[in-house]
């Protein structure tokens, strides 16, 4: 049975206040969901660390989704 994908995420309080840091949590989220979806992935029983810079939330969600499959691309955590 292959475990989840684990996902902590780190936002620094300067980022906001806690609406604005839980808006680029959701965010951020939900482009990892999306692109591993659609990618095919390797990630069982991985523990990822994802550190959200406070001007993600100036990020057009295409970008975003780039960028979250780039990351994830240089892990190794994505086959393309």
Same mark, same amino acid.
């Given at each position: 049975?292959?475990?989840?994908?684990?996902?902590?995420?780190?936002?620094?309080?300067?980022?906001?206040?806690?609406?604005?840091?839980?808006?680029?949590?959701?965010?951020?989220?939900?482009?990892? $969901?999306?692109?591993?979806?659609? =990618?095919?992935? /390797?990630?069982?029983? %991985?523990? *990822?660390? @994802?550190?959200?810079?406070?001007? $993600?939330?100036?990020?057009?969600? =295409?970008?975003? /989704?780039?960028?979250? %499959?780039? *990351?994830? @691309?240089?892990?190794?955590?994505?086959?393309?």
């Amino acid at each position: 049975e292959e475990s989840p994908l684990l996902v902590g995420f780190s936002i620094k309080r300067t980022a906001g206040n806690a609406v604005i840091r839980n808006r680029l949590r959701r965010r951020t989220r939900a482009a990892m $969901a999306e692109v591993f979806h659609q =990618e095919s992935s /390797k990630y069982s029983g %991985a523990l *990822c660390l @994802a550190v959200v810079s406070p001007t $993600a939330d100036a990020i057009a969600w =295409e970008d975003l /989704k780039g960028q979250v %499959a780039e *990351c994830f @691309a240089k892990s190794g955590l994505l086959n393309e």
